[in-house]
DNA sequence: CCGTTTGTTCCATTTTTCGGAACGTAGTCC
DNA sequence: GGACTACGTTCCGAAAAATGGAACAAACGG
């Protein structure tokens, strides 16, 4: 295991709910012996990847990650062109939108248009949650292949809220459902008595892939309310795939030529 | 030259200037041979550190960095408090506000308070600059010990516009001008045409630093009003080093105890 | 079809890393 | 004060990984 790897271990141990851990934490949590956490920890404060607090003590994400953090503007075109579109859904609707990415089978979020009803933002910039249990990360799986899914999906299927899928069957039940539709939706999963529509765009051109979702309260919205979302989130469906090249119907295998 | 190091030395290859880099990019960049080059960088793509673009194959941050960059709320405390009072000085005076800090002899941009002038943001936040021709930066710099200042500023003496200290005479002139007055300004450094005032706040209990500063245009204000801008902040001043427990008048080394 | 550019893989040598154990350093309890 | 414990750092030989020159491969251009 290189250097790097036991590094970027301990990177992946911050999270929104542990911004900061002290030596003890990051030993717990990677199981490393000491003596290699407290190399590998002065390693990291040293050329920037982490702080650490003279006073508590406690390491955070540093200075430089700050800066490269700033430069991921991330596939930029593709999600500025989707967060724009998404900014109008959310004017008219009033509900808050989220753009996301996969990664594993977890997504992340990467931006959040709030909306004007009083629903507070619940998963800021940076929150991972397990795809299978939001709509735009089932819509995102949703354009991986059968085969690409199975590996993403860990083989002990987790432990997911009562509304979510309960096992790797109805999951594919859900992702084929959403093939058919092109859109995905989700009640009182993630969190209590919230919901949401989204669905999951492919740049054409560069093969890559995001979820965008639109969120609401289930008890402050109607059913007509809900149906003008997915009407809303259809025609800008629509809209995107035409103007980024979204050839749906393709894994996004057969775009990029390989398995991620 | 541990792989960690390497690693490092190849992120800090990015910048707002250069956000996206080609395989030729890093290898010029970092001096190292090309199958070094191709190794790291594969190993900070699978890591997540790096991303590639699938079509240009050009690297760019990645997903990682962003959650971490996120997690660096950094300092909350100390950059929250004097956030919310430069976006009151901001409100009243219109100009743009300023929060940075030291990092060597450079400074990074934290955060920004866009004004109500039509004067572009033209530093945005993770921008680097040589601390030695902002204000701010002036500023931060005239918290460390002389021998500390010596130790940041590289010997060889960098090329810096013409309003700005020219050699490390006149930079200690200006730092020891700050230090009577507390209050640091510069015009037509940086930026031509730009105008900025600023001061630096150390936290007693944490002994981190930063540099505050409010942004103009020369030619669009008057002497009048600068002097109005001095004020502000001179209030502002006095007012976070009551809240933070700033001990003007003491380096930073001795408030932490120790070199950084 | 050949030269160039660009990047990857191989492999013997050198250099780090690894992790158990010994060694500090505070704080705490009696 | 002295023993105890939590918390970290330093040491060092064994083991693993990084290194970089060279051969190899792929894409491009003319």
């Given at each position: 295991m290189s250097a790097l790897t036991n590094a970027i271990d301990i990177l992946r141990c911050?999270?929104?709910?542990?911004p900061d851990l002290s030596f003890a934490d990051v030993q717990v949590l990677t199981g490393k012996p000491k003596s290699s956490t407290s190399r590998l920890l002065r390693s990291l404060r040293d050329c920037g990847l982490l702080e650490q607090?003279?006073?508590?003590?406690r390491y955070r994400p540093g200075l430089l990650t700050f800066e490269l953090g700033r430069l991921h503007r991330a596939h930029d075109d593709l999600i500025a062109t989707a967060e724009r579109e998404l900014r109008d859904v959310c004017a008219r609707t009033g509900h808050t939108g989220y753009i996301a990415v996969l990664d594993g089978y977890q997504q992340v979020v990467l931006r959040i248009v709030p909306?004007?009803?009083?629903?507070?933002?619940?998963?800021?910039?940076g929150q991972r949650t397990p795809a299978i249990i939001t709509s735009n990360g089932r819509a995102m799986l949703a354009r991986l292949s059968d085969q690409e899914i199975r590996a993403r999906?860990?083989?002990?299927?987790p432990k997911v809220p009562?509304?979510?899928?309960?096992n790797f069957a109805e999951l594919m039940a859900r992702l084929n459902e959403i093939r058919r539709t092109g859109i995905s939706d989700a009640a009182d999963e993630a969190i209590e008595g919230v919901g949401s529509q989204g669905f999951a765009l492919a740049s054409g051109e560069s093969g890559e892939l995001i979820g965008i979702a639109v969120s609401y309260s289930v008890q402050a919205t109607t059913e007509i309310e809900r149906a003008n979302v997915r009407r809303e989130l259809g025609a800008m469906a629509a809209k995107l795939r035409r103007m980024t090249g979204?050839?749906?119907?393709?894994?996004i295998e057969q775009l990029t030529g390989l398995a991620s």
């Open positions: 911050f999270s929104t709910s542990r607090d003279p006073h508590s003590r909306g004007s009803n009083p629903l507070r933002v619940v998963n800021p910039p999906v860990p083989l002990d299927y009562a509304n979510s899928p309960q979204d050839p749906l119907g393709q894994t």
